[in-house]
Nanobody, 121 residues
Framework: QVHLVESGGGLVQAGGSLRLSCAAS????????MGWYRQAPGKQRELVAT???????NYADSAKGRFTVAPDNAKNSVYLQMNSLKPEDTAVYYC???????????????WGQGTQVTVSS
């Protein structure tokens, strides 16, 4: 069993910053990728930024130049630093992790419960 716990959402004015964190715990052999998706009301969930083990970050066009995804200081954690926030960034942000729980097993996809980010104009 693997759990992802997110923190750091909230309300911020346009142009402000927020930092989201996600920590994975449980049966983990290796974390192959961690990242963030978001879902705004009435829209599909979309990629924000992901970081694959040993690879370069991958950003949505809307996040490039404003957001940074990187490993956090705590083990099995990743953060999303969001700067120059815009009202259109308002959404529920979900942490995603692709984890191998046991050696030689297939990778599984895990999701956090989501954290609300609201950007006021």
């Amino acid at each position: 069993q693997v759990h992802l716990v997110e923190s750091g959402g909230g309300l911020v004015q346009a142009g402000g910053s927020l930092r989201l964190s996600c920590a994975a715990s449980g049966s983990i052999f290796s974390i192959n990728a961690m990242g963030w998706y978001r879902q705004a009301p009435g829209k599909q969930r979309e990629l924000v930024a992901t970081l694959r083990l040993g690879g370069a970050p991958n950003y949505a066009d809307s996040a490039k130049g404003r957001f940074t995804v990187a490993p956090d200081n705590a083990k099995n954690s990743v953060y999303l630093q969001m700067n120059s926030l815009k009202p259109e960034d308002t959404a529920v942000y979900y942490c995603n992790a692709r984890i191998t729980s046991v050696r030689w097993a297939a990778e599984d996809d895990y999701w956090g419960q989501g954290t609300q980010v609201t950007v006021s104009s």
